[in-house]
């Protein structure tokens, strides 16, 4: 076991645990952050994303020790309100189904407009491609990601 200081959503939490302790499980069983969902566990399908410094990481594969001083955040810390623009996009367009993926997309889409302020389709498709919906809510997932970077700009 070991300890490490983590920069989460603003805060910062110390947790005592194994190197090799995948970030998801620090996150859901440690710190109580139940937003981020376990699907996969082998970085395939996404339900478990995260930011790591603003990027989109697979926390299900991410060793704790690996963190570092980089900022983490979880959905519960996109925005105070879950009022980000994508979130109310998502509102919006109802992306939603059963729900399960829809964090995990949602952070996705969040740093694909991060990088990319004005997607075009395609590029929202090769940006959204790694997250998979078992509703299969793929075409409003599409229209979301379109009117949240309509309204960053
Ligand atoms: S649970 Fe991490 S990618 Fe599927
Ligand atoms: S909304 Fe059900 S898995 Fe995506």
Redesign the pocket.
């Known amino acids: 076991m070991a300890i490490y200081k983590l920069q989460i959503n603003g805060q910062t939490y110390q947790v005592d645990v194994e190197p090799d302790t995948p970030l998801l499980w620090v996150l859901r069983d440690h710190l109580g952050l139940l937003g981020t969902k376990f699907g996969c566990g082998i970085a395939l399908c996404g339900a478990c994303t995260v930011h790591f410094n603003d990027q989109a990481v697979r926390a299900c594969v991410f060793p704790v020790s690996a963190v570092g001083d980089a900022k983490i955040t979880t959905i519960e810390g996109l925005s105070a309100q879950g009022d980000h623009p994508v979130q109310q996009a998502w509102n919006e367009v109802d992306?939603?189904?059963?729900?399960?993926?829809?964090a995990g997309?949602i952070m996705t889409a969040a740093a694909l407009l991060k990088r990319n302020p004005n997607p075009s389709t395609e590029e929202i498709d090769t940006g959204m491609n790694g997250n998979?919906?078992?509703?299969?809510?793929y075409h409003r997932i599409r229209e979301a990601v379109t009117l949240a970077a309509a309204k960053l700009k």
């Open positions: 992306v939603a189904q059963c729900g399960y993926c829809q997309q998979i919906c078992r509703c299969g809510t």
